[in-house]
């Protein structure tokens, strides 16, 4: 009887456990209905003013429907706390006391309706966009808040771009930091999105994203601007308390072929913070991407810049751009006059991101954009002479002073590059090497010349970069200074022109 009774007392606790934990799991997993509208006054209310707004595709974390021609949706079975609504073209999000584009809807726990408003959007259709994509600020304390701050925050407050999109880690797994990045964002003054990235998750919590979706909304959005369908996707995914996979969802393969569909004429730019080149279900992605008009995709997270061009099913090529990182290597390395560390990237890219002009019809060009440095640096050149540090690097005693080394920031297989000296036209033969200023840093670092002072050790390796040239001079150029012009090409969006001058 003892133990029947400590069995039953057992069961009984377990159900309330179970029903506690279910009580939790549903706490907005419910059929949420709604009205998509315009408004007009914009007061955040829908009133007589507003006109109802049809077919706006509405999504969970799981789910998505289309508000039908007298603007009503249900969304069935949605558990997440935030969901989001496509603004159709014309029009955007309204976020009142925030420059946030993308929709944030959150769900509340008293009630299963929602009336999601739009308001007349800022960017005319046709109009040609110059988009920013910021890729990993990645700030782990007050500290490189103050670095983030003093330069690449300072330098997008003077930009004139029309739109920035942060591309994920904004923090370095501190997810408190979250809101103080936000503040600063609002105070640039300029229309935003941001996705999700690896450091930005909650580990303190089962739900990791929800300190980035209390700041920025769902973790899966899409918006149009003029002519543009830009969508974000998460592509996170969590293996463990810490650990996580690149991936792409069924759910958000799914979303994307009905965004394809419900506007076919828009260009997609399609952004995620890990590269689709790494991405579980790339291949399923991949087969409904070719029936788009344009697309581009933008990732970020490797702190690197590069270039994938990826084949689908029926020999369509869609070209990813990797954004780089404006953190570089993790705000590490000699500091600058004004205190902020140079942290340059392993592939020799200086700390950076991603400036790209969009016309209507989708063509479009892009260039990289060093933090703080002027927008005509596009490449640097390494020249054996040229530096007396450069005679005691070991592994470049190959070259002589009748070479000349060039890192194209932005370049990827399938750029030309030229130099044009006097009246002669050479073409620079890519080759695959350690970074020379990258292989100086480690040097330094050996010969503990490097880091000095207040500086941080840069972690980097001899680990070689995709984008470097050679240039071999002729002998009658070694005997006067001679100014180089470079000229760099290909057909997927890089033109670049910059100079420089050598003196044997």
């Not at 419910?30 to 408004?39: A, H, L, R, W």
């Not at 810490?242 to 069924?250: F, L, P, T, V, W």
């Not at 020379?436 to 941080?456: Q, W």
């Not at 001079?473 to 290909?490: G, V």
């Amino acid at each position: 009887m003892i133990v029947f009774n400590s069995l039953l007392m057992n069961k009984k606790i377990l159900l309330i456990v179970l029903v506690f934990i279910s009580s939790i799991s549903l706490l907005y997993a419910k059929k949420i209905s709604g009205y998509t509208y315009e408004d007009v006054n914009r007061n955040g209310k829908f009133d007589k003013k507003d006109k109802l707004l049809k077919n706006v595709l509405v999504f969970g974390k799981s789910n998505f429907t289309i508000s039908n021609k007298k603007a009503f949706f249900v969304l069935e079975d949605e558990s997440d706390r935030f969901i989001s609504a496509v603004a159709p073209p014309k029009f955007q999000a309204f976020n009142p006391k925030s420059k946030l584009i993308n929709s944030k809807v959150e769900l509340s726990k008293d009630s299963d309706s929602v009336y999601i408003g739009f308001v007349r959007s800022d960017y005319d259709i046709d109009k040609e966009m110059r988009l920013n994509f910021i890729g990993d600020v990645q700030v782990n304390d007050s500290i490189e808040t103050k670095y983030a701050i003093s330069s690449i925050y300072s330098e997008l407050a003077n930009s004139n771009s029309d739109l920035d999109i942060y591309m994920g880690d904004l923090v370095n797994e501190n997810p408190n930091l979250i809101q103080g990045q936000k503040d600063i964002i609002e105070q640039i003054g300029r229309k935003y999105s941001c996705i999700f990235g690896n450091h930005d998750r909650n580990l303190n919590s089962d739900n990791q994203v929800n300190k980035f979706e209390d700041c920025f909304g769902s973790q899966n959005f899409a918006y149009n601007v003029s002519n543009n369908l830009i969508v974000g996707i998460n592509n996170i995914f969590p293996e463990s308390k810490k650990g996580y996979k690149a991936q792409i969802s069924e759910f958000q393969i799914r979303l994307i072929e009905q965004l394809a569909k419900l506007y076919p004429n828009q260009n997609l730019i399609l952004c995620m913070h890990a590269p689709l080149k790494y991405s579980k279900n790339k291949d399923l992605l991949l087969t409904v991407l070719q029936n788009c008009k344009n697309i581009l995709v933008i990732s970020a997270h490797m702190h690197t810049f590069s270039r994938n061009f990826h084949a689908c099913p029926n020999g369509k090529i869609i070209h990813e751009i990797n954004c780089g990182a404006t953190c570089g290597n993790f705000w590490r390395g000699e500091k600058n006059i004004f205190g902020v560390p140079a942290s340059i990237m392993q592939c020799g890219s200086p700390r950076g991101y991603l400036v790209l002009n969009i016309k209507a019809n989708g063509v479009y060009d892009f260039k990289y954009k060093m933090v703080n440095g002027d927008k005509i640096r596009q490449m640097s050149i390494w020249y054996k002479n040229q530096d007396s540090l450069n005679l005691k690097i070991e592994d470049f005693d190959v070259y002589d002073n009748k070479t000349l080394l060039v890192n194209l920031y932005a370049a990827s297989d399938s750029t030309q590059l030229y130099a044009y000296i006097g009246n002669k036209k050479i073409k620079c033969q890519k080759i695959k090497v350690t970074d020379p200023f990258v292989r100086r840093i480690v040097y330094l670092n050996k010969n503990k010349l490097y880091p000095s002072g207040n500086s941080n050790k840069a972690v980097l390796r001899k680990s070689k970069s995709n984008h470097i040239w050679k240039l071999n001079l002729d002998e009658n150029l070694l005997s006067k200074t001679s100014r180089i012009n470079f000229i760099a090409y290909d057909k997927y969006g890089l033109n670049i022109k910059q100079s420089f001058i050598i003196k044997p």
